[in-house]
């Protein structure tokens, strides 16, 4: 097999082509138990221990379908302004996998809950792209392979496989777009604002936590290209398992610049599935997927119909929340940042800490500056998401707090989060711990400007003479001497002060 | 005294219920007559010696301290082994499920030991309850106790054996195409279907979901809604089973009648393959009815030519996805496991050696229907039919209260006689399949015997979904007057095992 990992440029990919996308996104809902069995869904106990009958595929058992979770699907499908099926059927997709109990999935297939509706995402610059939804489906999810003894954990070259059922069952709702079209250049971007725009709203449904790190939500990314101009759509690729914001848009672009290099050498595309890679956001071969697959779906005897009452769907209608764009528009206004610091707290996941911490009492603008800056940047050297790390809306509100009434300056406020993300405690108990408080007794700050003065004579003459700017280096002798608990701004006065300078 | 095992469930509830016998007596005496003649009948895959006792002398505490007891209290049951029985094996006849120990009991098996009667232990059927003779079982095949060279129908021929040979007074059977209501017909028993939908399916493992029913089977009519009682009704288990309360069906065989009642004789259920004696008692019945007093109306349901073909897509279907799950990951067989293969090769080893040749017949048809490309022409026209089929059936009970046909066209046969030929022994079911597709209740009781052959016929009567005691009202009337007519049950001709 020879690998092709020549690219062609992106822009000149472009330039030729015309991307058309379709996004499949899989949601596990949030659910205390699972589809179609009474199991609880929380997913922290030992392998197979929360399994039954029904989930485990024992010979007679019977799937019950689970009404929160048609609940969640038809709020789901309402927030994607989708019609919602007055009568539609489970369906089973029949298919061998050892993870899968009974060997086929329950699923829907021609008749799904939800059909037909959009979501309008915001790109970056504020321009608004509608994205139209084919459907939301109700399924369950799988169990979990692990196979032993491989390489890099894949099934290749493994001696042996572990089966955990736990997964089995678990409620999913796939929502599927329709043909993205006309996003041209700007295709990595919508996919991206698209999943990012989804799972804002899959939070705020409260059907799900959504935590794409967690595999809560999952996307997979069909790209096909066609030559500028053409009606008919390319063959498509289907890289799986997409999960983070950023890799959506790196899948989509490296299929992009690969499909590109495909076609401009001759070659045709293969329908497949695809691997995408974080490390090098890379794509490689999975399976052939032509047309040969059958999984032979038919309605799913054991259940009956699912008709959700009109008066049901209008009332949950009626209970939806704001919806995440509405939502951040009038956050916008409120904090009085641009769209693009918007987006960019958006692709963050910050929004829910922000507003958190707000409510806790900091003021706006500090809120944003600790999770966009120093928390963000915790999140990201750990790799995880804003909202796992161990900190709490109320604790930043407090770290805020102590740099509002000068009691901490920036340096020590972010030594104060390392505490607190280290399970040193509350902020004030970290601060307590650490010794850490700006020295604001002037004699103390006093005394060590002189010090500093006296032992930097040459850099005193310097500022003496003009050049102003050396007052760096006696500052920094300051706060070092203070082991960084002044506050830097009065440490410049003073010194400034003492030598009889004015830094105009 | 007379003997225990020839009792009715009624007759044995009623005389433990007076202390005339106690649980572990009639337990006994069944343990008993299943070792003197099972090992020549084959009726049982397994029986619970230990288990059975137990629960008998839980009764005769029970009775002794002067607690409550069911209706069947202390009445020996044995159940198709189809139906999950906790810590007793359960192998549907297959060779894929030996030695599987279910960790949980059916809903129908949990509803019998709440009723206190004594489970003697699991009939044999025809593998995955496919089979109208019981041959396709992987354990050999039941002979029928009145001539043990011939099949005693399937798939359920374990469990109306065991009542023909006196081993049970109950058993419990299921019915997909006829596989309650055909072993009974030609053993000279009595077997129900109930509604889909009335009988709960959690724990009973699947062939066909849309078709499949849990059902009783018993030597009186009586016998047989009593059980029936006892195991029907809602289950939250079951998102299939109907939230009404059970039809009146002890009531209705305690009060038989056919006065007045408008009887339906369809048409199609005759002619070409229906053997003569199996008509000619058929006619009997007919004219018994009127003597009774009921109205004979002639129906003509021509969809009901096309039950058959539509059948054989619906059910193989179903059962191709619902057999899909043992590939010997889980439970039961597991074959090729050296190391060296694949999980698929190693499914695909167990498959083909777990499985009969019928039950892959099935599954390669039902593969082979719902492919895209032919579930329109196939699957999706099944349904049509059966769509048509109900509708046709709706029509029918606007004229009638029930209908009734022989229950199958043609006494036992010899072992051995259909194995190779799937096409004649799906013929058996000719006459079951319709209401199985409508949903629908049915009985089979004895009409006496073929003088050609002298083995026993059934008559099936057919009522609407949910009525099914009007199965009971009917059938109750019709066995005391053919009990009258004989001077005593048919059984009582069967030769001595």
């Excluded at chain 1, 902020?427 to 032992?455: F, H, M, N, Q």
């Excluded at chain 2, 889980?330 to 167990?350: M, N």
Aim: one cysteine or more.
């Amino acid at each position: 097999m020879t690998v092709t990992t020549d690219l062609v440029s992106y822009e000149d990919a472009l330039a030729t082509y015309d991307p058309v996308m379709g996004l499949e996104v899989h949601v596990e809902l949030g659910t205390k138990t699972k589809m179609f069995c009474g199991c609880s869904t929380t997913l922290k106990q030992g392998a197979n221990s929360q399994t039954c009958p029904t989930c485990l595929g024992l010979p007679g058992a019977l799937p019950v379908v689970n009404e929160i979770g048609v609940e969640s699907a038809i709020k789901i499908g309402l927030a994607l302004h989708c019609e919602i099926a007055e009568w539609c059927r489970f369906a089973r997709k029949n298919y061998f996998y050892p993870d899968m109990p009974k060997n086929f999935q329950t699923s829907q297939y021609d008749e799904p809950i939800a059909f037909n509706g959009y979501l309008d995402v915001q790109l970056e610059d504020g321009e608004v792209f509608r994205v139209e939804i084919e459907r939301a489906h109700m399924e369950e999810d799988t169990g979990k392979s692990t196979h032993v003894g491989g390489a890099t954990g894949r099934i290749h070259g493994a001696s042996h496989s572990l089966l955990d059922y736990n997964r089995a069952g678990i409620p999913l709702i796939e929502i599927v777009t329709k043909p993205i079209e006309g996003a041209g250049e700007r295709a990595p971007e919508v996919a991206k604002a698209y999943v990012a725009e989804l799972r804002e709203l899959i939070k705020a449904l409260d059907v799900s936590e959504a935590r794409m790190d967690k595999g809560q939500m999952r996307c997979d990314v069909n790209l096909s290209l066609r030559p500028k101009g053409q009606k008919e759509f390319g063959t498509r690729s289907e890289t799986k398992n997409v999960n983070s914001l950023r890799s959506v848009e790196r899948a989509a672009r490296f299929e992009i610049q690969r499909h590109a290099a495909v076609l401009n050498s001759g070659g045709t595309i293969i329908q497949e599935t695809r691997h995408f890679h974080e490390e090098d956001g890379s794509t490689t071969s999975g399976r052939i997927k032509d047309n040969a697959e059958d999984y032979r779906y038919f309605p799913e005897p054991d259940l009956v119909p699912v008709a959700p009452s009109r008066e049901w769907v209008e009332e949950l209608r009626a209970g939806l929340p704001e919806l995440p764009r509405v939502r951040r528009n009038r956050l916008r206004e409120e904090w009085g940042i641009s769209e693009h610091d918007m987006q960019s707290i958006l692709n963050a996941d910050a929004i829910g800490p922000i507003v958190a911490t707000v409510n806790a009492g900091a003021d706006a603008a500090s809120a944003r500056k600790w999770w966009m800056g120093e928390l963000a940047r915790h999140a990201n050297e750990q790799g995880v998401e804003l909202g796992a790390l161990p900190i709490t809306p109320e604790h930043v509100a407090r770290v805020a707090e102590l740099v509002a009434k000068g009691d901490l300056n920036d340096k020590l406020a972010r030594q104060v989060i390392e505490g607190v993300l280290k399970g040193e405690g509350t902020p004030d108990e970290v601060v307590e711990k650490r010794g850490l408080k700006v020295v604001s007794d002037e004699g103390a700050l006093t005394a060590a400007v002189d010090e500093a003065i006296a032992g930097n004579a040459a850099i005193a003459d310097k500022i003496r003479g003009g050049k102003v700017a050396a007052v760096g280096a006696l500052v920094g002798a300051v706060m070092k001497a203070t082991r960084g608990q002044a506050d830097a701004a009065r440490v410049k006065e003073l010194i400034l002060e003492k030598l009889g300078v004015s830094e105009g | 005294m007379t003997d225990i095992i020839k009792l009715t469930a009624a007759e044995i509830a009623s005389k433990i219920a007076s202390g005339e016998l106690t649980a572990v007596e009639v337990t006994e005496a069944h343990l008993a007559r299943i070792g003197a003649v099972d090992e020549k009948v084959n009726a049982f895959l397994y029986v619970d010696r230990e288990g059975a006792l137990a629960q008998a002398r839980a009764v005769d505490e029970k009775r002794a301290k002067g607690e409550k007891l069911g209706p069947l209290a202390g009445v020996p049951v044995a159940l198709k082994d189809i139906f999950t029985t906790e810590g007793i094996p359960t192998t549907v006849g297959s060779k894929i499920l030996e030695g599987w120990i279910p960790p949980y009991d059916a809903t129908v098996t949990k509803k019998l030991k709440a009723a206190d009667v004594v489970i003697l232990g699991k009939t044999n059927m025809d593998e995955f309850a496919m089979g109208s003779s019981t041959e396709n079982s992987a354990y050999g095949p039941t002979g029928n106790p009145w001539d043990l060279t011939r099949i005693p129908g399937g798939s359920g021929g374990g469990s109306a054996a065991a009542l023909a040979a006196y081993e049970a007074p109950l058993t419990l059977g299921t019915d997909t195409g006829g596989s309650i209501r055909q072993p009974a017909a030609v053993t000279g028993t009595v077997g129900v279907k109930p509604t889909y939908g009335g009988v709960s399916r959690y724990g009973m493992v699947a062939f066909s979901s849309s078709l499949d029913q849990g059902g009783p089977c018993a030597r009186t009519v009586l016998d047989a809604a009593l059980l029936h009682e006892a195991i029907a009704g809602h289950d939250e288990l079951d998102s299939t089973s109907i939230d009404a309360p059970v039809p009146p069906v002890v009531e209705a065989a305690r009060n038989g009648s056919v006065q007045g009642m408008r009887v339906g004789v369809v048409k199609q259920f005759r002619g070409e393959g229906y053997q003569a004696g199996v008509v000619q008692r058929f006619d009997e019945s007919v004219e018994l009815l009127k003597s009774l007093g009921a109205e004979i109306v002639e129906l003509d349901c021509p969809t009901f030519d096309l039950a058959l073909s539509a059948y054989y897509l619906i059910a193989p279907s179903e059962c191709s996805s619902n057999l899909a799950r043992f590939d010997a990951m889980r439970y039961g067989l597991r074959v090729g496991d050296d190391g060296t293969k694949s999980a698929e090769d190693v499914t695909a080893l167990t498959r083909e050696a777990g499985f009969g040749d019928e039950v892959k017949r099935r599954i390669i048809l039902g593969t082979y229907a719902l492919s895209s490309g032919y579930y329109d022409a196939y699957y999706g026209s099944a349904q049509k039919v059966r769509t048509l089929i109900t509708r046709e059936f709706e029509a029918a009970f606007e004229q009638v209260d029930v209908i009734v046909s022989p229950t199958t066209p043609t006494t036992a046969f010899p072992i051995g006689e259909r194995a190779d030929d799937p096409m004649a022994m799906y013929l058996a079911d000719l006459c079951t399949i319709p209401t199985n597709l409508a949903g629908n209740s049915a009985m089979s009781l004895p009409c006496g015997l073929a003088p050609e052959d002298g083995l026993p016929v059934g008559l099936q009567i057919i009522a609407p979904a949910m009525k099914d005691d009007r199965l009971y009202k009917v059938g109750a009337a019709v066995e005391a007057a053919f009990v009258e007519k004989w001077g005593h049950p048919l059984l009582e001709e069967a030769p001595s095992l």
